[in-house]
Each structure stands twice: as structure tokens, then as C-alpha cells.
Nanobody, 125 residues
Framework: QVQLVESGGGLVQAGGSLRLSCAAS????????MAWFRQAPGNEREFVAA?????????YYSDSVKGRFFISRDKAENTVSLQMNSLKPEDTAVYYC?????????????????WGQGTQVTVSS
């Protein structure tokens, strides 16, 4: 099992920045991929960014955040972070960290077995 705990959410004005962190514990050595998803009220959960856990780092982003958000990993600390810049009101959502031990980084939320409880990000206009 893998446990995930997000932190770093909050209220920020449009144009501002926030950094989310996800701390992983448990069987972290077998993690293959980690990702961030988000869910706004009334919307489905959507992909934000993903990164592989081992080896040469590669990452993916949704078109809506590309160039503004940056995902990174720190295996020594067992954390994955999401640096969010130039935030917009439409970025307001609960942000979830996800991990999987079998699949490559993917935009498909159904392929992630482990999820955190989420952290609220609110961007005011």
C-alpha cells in the first residue's frame, strides 16, 4: 500500500503562485508513476500533470496548465510537488495527488491505484 498526503493549498489572487506537495509513505520503492488531478465543483476529476518516479525524469501536462504548472519529484524525501504559476480563477479546484505501482505516467485517472485526500486551491479574480 501507498499513502499520500497533500499540502500547500490555499487562497491566492489571480496571477499569483502556489506550491503543492504530496508526501508518499508505505511501499514507495515500488511506485512507478505519480500525478496531480483536480476537481472543481460540478465537474469531473481531470488530469493536471504526471511524472515518472524512477530513472530519467519525464513529465506530462494538460494543455490547460502547460507552461504555467511544473511537476517535480524528490525521491529522497518521497515527495512530488506541483509549482503553480500565473494562476487563474478557473484553476480553482480540489487538487489530488495520485500514484500507481504498475502503470507508466498517464492522464487516465482509472490507472492510478492510490489517492490522497485532496487540498483546496482557490484563485480569486
Amino acid at each position: 500500500q501507498v499513502q499520500l498526503v497533500e499540502s500547500g493549498g490555499g487562497l491566492v489572487q489571480a496571477g499569483g503562485s502556489l506550491r503543492l506537495s504530496c508526501a508518499a509513505s508505505g511501499r514507495t520503492a515500488s511506485i512507478y508513476a505519480m500525478a496531480w488531478f483536480r476537481q472543481a465543483p460540478g465537474n469531473e476529476r481531470e488530469f493536471v500533470a504526471a511524472i515518472n518516479w524512477s530513472g530519467l525524469s519525464y513529465s506530462y501536462y494538460s494543455d490547460s496548465v502547460k507552461g504555467r504548472f511544473f511537476i517535480s519529484r524528490d525521491k529522497a524525501e518521497n515527495t512530488v510537488s506541483l509549482q503553480m504559476n500565473s494562476l487563474k480563477p478557473e484553476d480553482t479546484a480540489v487538487y489530488y495527488c495520485a500514484a500507481d505501482r504498475r502503470n507508466r505516467p498517464t492522464m487516465d485517472l482509472n490507472l492510478y491505484a492510490y489517492w490522497g485526500q485532496g487540498t483546496q486551491v482557490t484563485v480569486s479574480s
